[in-house]
């Protein structure tokens, strides 16, 4: 076990270290300077920040530098979006919104998503069933923007219940709390329409099987043969999708923040590519990079506390 | 016919005494009938039959892929339907409200807008008032005005009584039911061309990993890994800033990544078969590995490539419109249902008709898809074959 995490380590860092190349290759190749305030500028100005910078050498030489610098977890200074401001102060400050909203939907998601699933499978071929089960296609069917958008206009803007946009208030208060309900739904409603389908489908199997009827005949109730026999077995699939929940709380949805106007960090990126804000783009990407292989290490590990059969490490072959 | 000698089974000539008959009264019998099992009387079924057999069998697959003809259908003729085509800017008749001939007399669909307006801009309006439908006092700094809230004939108002445009227009004045068919051809063009990459790419690895094995798996392997952990999102809109937006960039980021399902399916089923028996015996008699993996091996595979591709074709439609809404889509003049969609969200306060016609054509696309898709994989799956 020890040697099967050591090991998946290991590549993750290789894979990390190879799309740090490839994506800062990317970023520089773009077109464009990367200081085009070339009118108003004294030339001499521009040279200096063109050497502070190592914009004159090759890119080879100023890729050295980079990696120098984020050898000693410097990674360099915003130049547009925010000048001057250390590009990890600019990650850090973005982060809290959008760990707020991703918590919060998840508080959401989990409770909704697993009792609708629960309901839909044992009244499965009910007209309970029938409804729901078209809702959750419904809702996975429209685009998030799409249902931002309605949410947006009938809730807030026609019968004005909600703000239309975030609040601009740092501190979490009780206002801004109000204006986060929208976006919280709209993150909220693709993740229980998922989980809602695959614990019905799931349990609904389960619910078939021998250990089920043995279960009843040793005299569970029938409440204790849901809760400790089927659903254990029925969350093996969802296993990765809760963790993800919890712990992709860091990764923000950019549909989402354009339309609730939500200062985050993928909206961030966005200004950030467009402005060829390079080494603010390069620090995000990184950040999502580090996280999105550390989250496949844990989801990949996660199997084997959730279902003891499955082994880690075993071959894949046969 | 019975003239031979009959010999009982230790070799005896049976004798004329058997039974008190002579040798000459007894025959024997189906000596010169050739004998078969008999042919079955009901026709065999293929499995390719089978399977079509079952898909025809469920009603809820039949329709959804009736719906996705006819989708496509209209993505075909449905530019040409209207009298107005879907470049054509007319600046004077912009954001003019749906109007449909034949339902604009319920009431709904007329080209109706309801307006607030001063009391005293009522004359600009004259003649294409429908319905007055009250008014209010205002106060601000400049006094008090009696703002009035009027249903108006858009078609009237703008001077083209006698044209209809059936979904409306856009804020070009270009026509919404034209662009609507237009945006549906270039959305499904793209998704089915990206889904035959995926699929060819997918399935070229997929069975030399799996097939070969060894360290060209690891390789590839390792290759993929590092593809697939890049963020897609920054890697999205860095390569079309790179590229530039329009079909062969979209086609490319859906590419990218998009073939390693596939392949991943592949190489599981090619593990699965490759050592057994009858792979072997026809390795034996010497078919080329190209044979044993196309004729022995992948028929195995190709119930869930087709599953896998149906829902990965409504997939890419709707990624399409999440890049949309990002101003990262099909370029400008041309539609797709995302560009549709997103400029209806941009104009959804004003003019919330906009946004109507492309939701109900994607999400009938998604549905349809992934219920046909659903349907496919019962019909392929020969665990309940009948």
């Known amino acids: 076990m020890i040697k099967y995490i050591i090991q998946r380590i290991i590549a993750a860092f290789f894979t990390f270290l190879v799309i740090v190349v490839v994506v800062f290759f990317v970023i520089h190749s773009m077109p464009g300077d990367i200081i085009d305030l070339s009118s108003k500028i004294d030339p001499t100005v521009r040279e200096v920040i063109l050497d502070k910078y190592h914009l004159n050498d090759p890119l080879i030489v100023q890729f050295g530098y980079t990696m120098a610098d984020y050898l000693h977890f410097d990674f360099g200074y915003s130049l547009k979006i925010r000048p001057g401001v250390p590009v990890l102060q600019v990650v850090l400050e973005r982060l809290p919104i959008t760990i707020q909203l991703n918590y919060f939907a998840a508080l959401l998601i989990l409770p909704v998503g697993l009792i609708l699933g629960i309901i839909m499978a044992i009244k499965k071929d009910t007209v309970f069933d029938h409804i729901s089960s078209s809702l959750v296609i419904l809702l996975i069917s429209v685009p998030s923007f799409v249902l931002a958008a309605l949410m947006q206009y009938f809730l807030a803007y026609k019968l004005g219940w909600f703000p239309i946009i975030l609040e601009a208030e740092e501190s979490l208060t009780w206002s801004k709390f109000y204006s986060m309900l929208l976006p919280i739904l709209a993150l909220s409603f693709g993740s229980i329409a998922s989980i809602a389908r695959t614990l019905r489908a799931e349990l609904a199997e389960v619910l078939t099987m021998d250990f089920m009827l043995l279960a009843k005949a040793k005299g569970l109730s029938f409440r204790q043969t849901i809760w400790r026999h089927a659903l254990r077995n029925s969350c093996v699939p969802l296993a990765s999708t809760f963790l993800y929940l919890f712990l992709g709380v860091l990764s923000s949805s950019l549909v989402i923040e354009q339309i609730f106007s939500v200062p985050g960090l993928s909206k961030t990126m966005l200004s950030a590519i467009n402005g060829k804000d390079h080494w603010l783009t390069m620090g995000i990407v990184i950040f999502y990079v580090f996280i999105g292989l550390f989250m496949a290490i844990l989801a990949d590990l996660s199997y084997g506390i959730v279902d003891p059969r499955i082994r880690m490490g075993g071959k894949k072959d046969e | ?386």
């Open chain 2, 1 to 386: 016919m019975n003239n031979t000698n009959v010999y009982l089974e230790n070799g005896e000539p049976l004798g004329p005494d058997i039974l008190g008959m002579t040798a000459e009264e007894l025959s024997l019998v189906q000596r010169e009938e050739s004998i078969s099992d008999a042919a079955f009387k009901t026709e065999s079924i293929s499995y390719g039959k089978d399977v079509w057999r079952r898909f025809r069998r469920s009603k809820v697959t039949v329709v959804s892929a009736v719906i996705i003809l006819l989708i496509m259908l209209m993505g075909i003729i449905g530019p040409y339907l209207s009298p107005h085509d879907y470049l054509t800017q007319r600046l004077d008749l912009k954001n003019l409200p749906p109007r449909i001939p034949g339902i604009e007399n319920l009431g709904i669909l007329d080209g109706t807008r309801v307006l607030t307006i001063q009391e005293n801009s009522l004359e600009d309006y004259e003649g294409c008032v429908v319905e007055n439908l009250g008014s209010y006092e205002v106060s601000s700094a400049f006094g008090t005005g009696t703002m009035l809230r009027i249903k108006v004939d858009m078609y009237k108002y703008n001077g083209v009584a006698d044209e209809y445009y059936w979904f409306g227009t856009d804020d070009l004045g270009r026509d919404l039911f034209s662009r609507l068919w237009q945006g549906t051809r270039v959305s499904l063009i793209l998704a089915f061309a990206v889904v035959a990459v995926n699929l060819t790419i997918g399935l070229v690895v997929g069975a030399i990993c799996g097939y070969y094995g060894g360290w060209v798996d690891l390789i590839i392997q390792r290759l993929m890994d590092i593809v697939w952990n890049i963020p897609s999102m920054p890697l999205t809109i860095l390569l079309i800033m790179l590229l530039g937006s329009g079909i062969l960039p979209l086609m490319l980021v859906f590419c990218l990544t998009g073939w390693m399902g596939t392949a991943n399916g592949v190489r599981m089923q090619f593990y699965r078969y490759k050592n057994r028996e009858y792979v072997l015996a026809s390795r034996t008699m010497g078919s080329s590995d190209v044979r044993t993996m196309g004729r022995h091996i992948l028929p195995n595979a190709i119930g869930t490539i087709i599953t896998q591709s149906a829902l990965a074709i409504p997939n890419v439609v709707f990624q399409e419109a999440g890049l949309s809404y990002l101003g990262l889509g099909v370029q400008a003049p041309n539609p797709s249902i995302g560009v549709m969609l997103s400029d209806g969200q941009k104009a959804l306060l004003e003019f919330p008709y906009m946004i109507v016609p492309p939701s109900i054509v994607l999400v009938l696309l998604m549905l349809a898809f992934n219920l046909m898709g659903n349907g496919l994989r019962d019909a392929f799956n020969p665990s309940i074959r009948q």
